[in-house]
């Protein structure tokens, strides 16, 4: 069975960095696109970023030139860079791993964004 555990989240002023990790146990992923969605109260779940087996990268607007998104291949893992934290990225942020016949995706993590 596939699990996919997170770390990272907690609370940070605006400004600061935090890096997520999500690390996938049960199988190799390495051909696999994984990436982070995010949640944030009275809004949807949007995607925040994704990256492919070749690390081919897409990012949300709000998102680009402040977050990375990379792999580690030999960990089964993925990680989510985040610089210049804003209020608006507060939110639960959950990683997936695209593996058919569906995604599977994280426990979620709580980052907080606020002076």
């Known amino acids: 069975q596939v699990q996919l555990v997170e770390s990272g989240g907690g609370l940070v002023q605006p400004g600061g960095s935090l890096r997520l990790s999500c690390t996938a146990s049960g199988n190799s992923f390495s051909i696999n696109t994984m990436g982070w969605y995010r949640q944030a109260p009275g809004k949807q779940r949007e995607l925040v970023a994704s990256i492919t087996s070749g690390r081919s990268t897409n990012y949300a607007a709000s998102v680009k030139g402040r977050f990375t998104i990379s792999r580690d291949n030999a960990n089964n893992t993925v990680y989510l860079q985040m610089n210049n934290l804003k209020p608006e990225d507060t939110a639960v942020y959950y990683c997936?791993?695209?593996?058919?016949?569906?995604?599977?995706w994280g426990q979620g993590t709580q980052v907080t964004v606020s002076s």
């Open positions: 997936y791993l695209d593996r058919f016949p569906r995604n599977y």
